[in-house]
């Protein structure tokens, strides 16, 4: 494990110590016997416990706080403070393992050992950073400046997507952790290795953390689009890696339900004809999310459906086709519904003038 320093110089990391910490309130309490549940082990766990206690009882009648309540109340707090001292030591025993420079006359061995507890060391804080607490210490830390600068582009793949799921792990849905990560220029390098990575896990995580600087943030939209995410995002959804051809197409279906005012950029570039194209190819689970893309490409927009129509498409024609082929099979029927839906907004209507209206 990653723990297993190879010099004397480097801090245990206690990878699976910090895991129990994350995952429960600990065990051993002396408050189980006195019908109390153990105090909890950070400011979430004591957060969530003050909602339960407050759900428990509707409009319970004010009365004085015993003296065990209050005793109880204090310990409660006193360790969910405590706990989150201890994994704020957690990070910054792993940053101290991920600022050491990398043996430059090391030996085969000794690297591969390097590289473990490297790899350990993101491991263990993209867990502790599912508490968003946890995730706004590590980038008051300057973990984040060491990530982007320097993981992102790592020799080793493994650190490389490692870095990339703690970056996305980190922003997802907290603003000034996104606004931190774009103003380092995490995204240019996110997209590049979305496009040009030779390892699919590090495209993969690399996709997670851009969905997670993109969706719900403008700013973080408005650098994706200046750095022409679109077609990255188009590319990816051409391999030949399932998973990341399926997160590609619900990231563009996510962005078209949320940001209409870009379908007219996405036209431009072509969209409508290389999605058809997509659902051209043979049938898979994936033809769901190119074809959930592409309603949302053509609701309330005339220019898609217009391009949808074009003879030379030969959508219609493969849109009935597919209906017969998924009748009968229940386990596609959302595709089914996609297909009729586009039937439907694209060529139930004879005329341009309708479809204006």
């Not at 907004?345 to 004879?350: D, I, L, M, N």
């Amino acid at each position: 494990m990653a723990n297993q320093g190879s010099g004397g110089s480097r801090l245990p990391l206690a990878l699976p110590s910090a895991s129990q910490d994350c995952s429960s309130g600990g065990s051993g309490s002396s408050e189980g016997g006195s019908g109390h549940p153990p105090p909890p082990r950070n400011l979430q766990g004591l957060l969530q416990m003050a909602i339960t206690a407050g759900s428990e009882e509707p409009d319970p009648p004010p009365e004085p706080m015993s003296e065990e309540r209050r005793q109880w109340l204090q310990e409660a707090m006193s360790a969910a403070f405590r706990g989150q001292r201890e994994e704020v030591e957690q990070m910054k025993n792993c940053l101290r393992v991920l600022s050491q420079p990398t043996p430059s006359s090391a030996g085969e061995a000794e690297l591969a050992t390097d590289q473990q507890e490297r790899e350990g060391a993101l491991e263990l804080l993209a867990d502790l950073c599912e508490n968003m607490d946890n995730a706004a210490d590590f980038c008051q830390l300057s973990g984040m400046h060491l990530l982007v600068g320097r993981y992102l582009e790592a020799g080793p793949a493994g650190l490389r997507w490692r870095a990339a799921q703690l970056i996305g792990t980190c922003s997802q849905n907290v603003a000034a952790i996104q606004e931190q990560v774009l103003g380092l220029g995490a995204l240019r390098k996110l997209l590049r290795l979305l496009d040009r990575d030779p390892c699919d896990a590090v495209r993969v995580k690399a996709l997670f953390a851009i969905s997670c600087l993109v969706r719900e943030q403008e700013a973080g939209l408005l650098q994706f689009l200046r750095l022409d995410g679109f077609s990255v995002l188009m590319r990816a959804m051409q391999q030949q890696v399932q998973k990341l051809k399926v997160k590609s197409a619900f990231l563009l279906q996510n962005l078209l339900v949320g940001h209409p005012e870009h379908k007219g950029t996405l036209c431009a570039m072509g969209m409508v004809q290389q999605l058809v194209a997509l659902v051209r190819t043979e049938h898979s689970p994936f033809h769901e999310h190119v074809l959930g893309a592409l309603c949302s490409l053509v609701t309330d927009f005339p220019q898609g459906v217009r391009e949808c129509r074009e003879p030379e498409l030969g959508l219609e024609e493969l849109l009935r086709h597919r209906c017969q082929l998924l009748q009968q099979h229940e386990e596609y029927q959302e595709e089914l519904e996609f297909c009729e839906k586009l039937l439907q907004t694209c060529f139930s209507t004879p005329t341009d003038d309708s479809m204006d209206r």
